[in-house]
């Protein structure tokens, strides 16, 4: 079994930028693909940016290409979610993710999940 914590939201305003972590546990994600998703209130969750571990391709929402970089640290078990340029519509209650079963964008198919950090941007 793996714990995931994310960290690192907090309010900001539109313009600047935050670092999210996503801290691993109980097991070793370096075999895992990784990805964050977001929902904002009253909204499905979505899909942000994924990881994969095998070369460490990466992929991005298109509302956030640009401006967010995914990353990881296997030595640290943890995975970033850089994000700069933010915007009002950037909102939302970030999640971490880990260990796709199916496509990497679709929610239902990722195993393991931490319990969110919340990102607001004020205008």
């Known amino acids: 079994q793996v714990m995931l914590v994310e960290s690192g939201g907090e309010l900001v305003q539109a313009g600047g930028s935050l670092r999210l972590s996503c801290a691993a546990s109980g097991r070793t994600i370096d075999s895992y693909t990784m990805a964050w998703f977001r929902q904002p209130v009253g909204k499905q969750r979505e899909f942000v940016a994924a990881?994969?571990?095998?070369?460490?391709?990466?992929y991005y929402a298109d509302s956030v290409k640009g401006r967010f970089t995914i990353s990881r640290d296997n030595t640290k078990n943890t995975v970033y979610l850089q994000m700069n340029s933010l915007k009002p519509e950037d909102t939302a209650t970030y999640f971490c993710?880990?260990?796709?079963?199916?496509?990497?964008?679709?929610?239902?198919?990722?195993?393991?999940w931490g319990q969110g950090t919340q990102v607001t941007v004020s205008s």
């Open positions: 990881i994969f571990w095998t070369d460490f391709s990466t």
């Open positions: 993710a880990g260990y796709s079963l199916g496509h990497y964008t679709e929610a239902a198919k990722y195993a393991y």
